[in-house]
């Protein structure tokens, strides 16, 4: 899946592509629409916290400093004179997980709280009035869909696309 970004000046504009997506088969919870706080979007897709936070990669981010930290507090532990093979097996494990899982929460925490790097580009034309729609479509059929949005809304500018996205949001 690869999300694609466009840029909609106004809610007309969004419900048409909206529906040009659900014609060309993208599901509608795979389609998000971010506006400036307090715009009515009657019954588009709104974008969640997932969308709009950088929840995902904090996430992951946390997760492999965590482990890498607790792997490290583990081959430490294990250095000390008294452990032996199979206690040490089980530290460094214990410890890598442990490490791992409060990467992931307190980085989980963080990433909430901040904005989408990702969508930062875009908080000007976003706080002007403008909608961003976020769809995530499969690899081979961006170039269908960006030609279709192109051919049927020749104002709406595609911003591009994103390499790739997480399967679970």
């Not at 690869?2 to 088969?25: E, G, W």
């Not at 629409?33 to 009515?40: E, Q, S």
């Not at 206690?87 to 890598?96: E, P, R, V």
Request: charged residues 20%; glycine residues 10%; proline residues 7%.
């Amino acid at each position: 899946m690869k999300r694609i970004y466009f840029l909609v000046p106004d809610i007309a504009t969004t419900q048409k592509i909206v529906d040009d997506l659900l014609l060309t088969r993208i599901e509608e919870r795979h389609i998000h629409v971010i506006a400036k706080r307090g715009t009515p979007l009657e019954d588009l897709p709104e974008a969640n916290l997932l969308q709009k936070s950088d929840f995902i990669p904090a996430v992951e981010q946390g997760l492999a400093l965590g482990g890498s930290s607790g792997m490290l507090a583990g081959l430490i532990a294990v250095a000390l004179p008294p452990a032996s093979t199979v206690i040490a097996g089980g530290i460094l494990l214990a410890t890598t997980i442990a490490g791992a899982g409060v990467g992931a929460w307190i980085s989980g925490m963080v990433g909430m709280s901040i904005g989408n790097r990702r969508t930062q580009e875009f908080e000007a034309a976003i706080d002007a009035g403008e909608l961003l729609v976020l769809a995530d479509v499969p690899a081979q059929r961006v170039t269908e869909i960006e030609e279709s949005v192109a051919q049927h809304l020749p104002t709406v500018a595609i911003e591009g696309t994103e390499p790739k996205i997480p399967a679970f949001p």
